[in-house]
């Protein structure tokens, strides 16, 4: 049987800013959206000698054919043809081609948008879909974080074909110094820290993701510092559908509402600094449990908390700072990448709102 592969994608990485949007400027001139009619289209494979493998391909009838980028493209491929499940990735590549291009007939006459990159195509959505570009959307927050931080923001990003990430860190004396009074004033420091805002733009021309903003607070303690994502009260999200112009002045407003989001934000955290927990250690282990963080990680942050806490009283905000050591565990693992830690963040965010005192309790938990 000739299974579905999952064709590997390089992800590149990026230290710089210069570096990263050039990269995106030539990822645009090599990519061009076609308009396609499903009564054109079908799907078959190429199987020839001098190449390994085999393809499966569309077919534009006058058009001639394209080889498709099977793991980027096959999710759009199926809500185009309205099917789903893994099972559809141990066909055959002829039965397969076959199928979908039958389900896609049933659709009756639509028409879609095939992104085509680098001569492969990465995705097929509807008429609809509507993204803006990569590096307009990069460099609308650049622009808007270096004038918040009144130097560079930029710290790194991420790109392959199915994502594009980069996070950015800025600098503001009133946020900063709110953090301080309340880290103090609840007697997690003794003295202020370092305080910087991180804001992780994400994106995608494949449908894997909208844009999105999500945010974190750096706190430095010494010698190493806790990322704490916050919990924002509404998504800070836009699709990729309706009118390009005013989504990008809906994603400058977004942009421009940095502060103002930190602001509205971080009052979850200051609550939590001033909730007492007695027993630790139980509690720690009830939120990664309750939180869904795999045991593998679970594990060496219980180890960890307790090497420097014991089961000594603390609030629950250091309950939760010591999840966030998760971060660090994912982003050290080999081929790790920024988007599987977006997927952690966005985890440990939704634990914010979640009852601290719920397993603040003595005893042995099942763990």
């Known amino acids: 049987m000739t299974l579905f592969q999952k064709e590997k994608t390089e ?59 099977e793991s980027v493209a096959f999710p759009s491929i199926c809500a185009r043809a309205q099917v789903f499940g893994e099972s559809l990735q141990k066909l055959k590549k002829d039965v397969l081609a076959s199928f979908l291009s039958k389900c896609l007939e049933t659709r009756g006459p639509i028409l879609m948008k095939a992104l085509v990159q ?67 004033r609840n007697n997690i420091v003794t003295s202020p820290k370092k305080v910087k805002l991180l804001i992780r733009v994400t994106t995608s021309d494949v449908a894997t993701s909208g844009i999105n903003l999500t945010y974190k607070v750096r706190i430095y303690n010494g010698t190493y510092a806790v990322d704490v994502p916050l919990n924002q009260k509404r998504e800070i999200s836009i699709k990729h559908t309706g009118d390009a112009q005013k989504k990008m002045e809906e994603y400058k407003q977004k942009l421009a509402d940095t502060l103002a989001i930190y602001k509205a934000n971080q009052e979850q955290l200051f609550k939590l600094m001033s909730i007492k927990i007695y027993n630790s250690e139980n509690c720690l282990k009830g939120m990664l449990k309750k939180s869904n963080i795999p045991l593998k990680y679970a594990n060496k942050i219980v180890n960890r908390f307790t090497c420097t806490n014991g089961n000594n009283p603390c609030s629950a905000y250091e309950i939760y700072a010591a999840m966030c050591y998760l971060l660090e565990l994912v982003s050290e693992e080999e081929n790790s990448s920024s988007a599987n830690t977006l997927r952690y963040e966005e985890l440990l965010a939704k634990s914010v709102t979640k009852n601290f005192k719920d397993f603040d309790v003595t005893g042995e938990i099942a763990w």
């Open 11 to 69: 992800v590149k990485s990026f230290n710089n800013s210069e570096d990263f949007m050039d990269h995106l400027y030539d990822v645009s001139l090599n990519s061009q959206w076609k308009i396609l009619n499903s009564d054109n289209v079908y799907f078959w494979i190429n199987d020839t000698k001098d190449r390994n493998g085999v393809d499966l391909c569309l077919e534009d009838r006058g058009n001639g054919e394209t080889r498709i980028r």
């Open 118 to 184: 680098y001569n492969k195509v990465s995705a097929i959505h509807s008429a609809e879909y509507t993204p803006l570009k990569m590096e307009d959307i990069f460099y609308e927050a650049e622009k808007e974080f270096n004038a918040i931080n009144k130097e560079e923001s930029f710290k790194s990003a991420e790109w392959d074909f199915k994502y594009c990430t980069a996070e950015y860190e800025v600098d503001n004396d009133e946020i900063a110094e709110a953090y301080n009074d309340a880290l103090v």
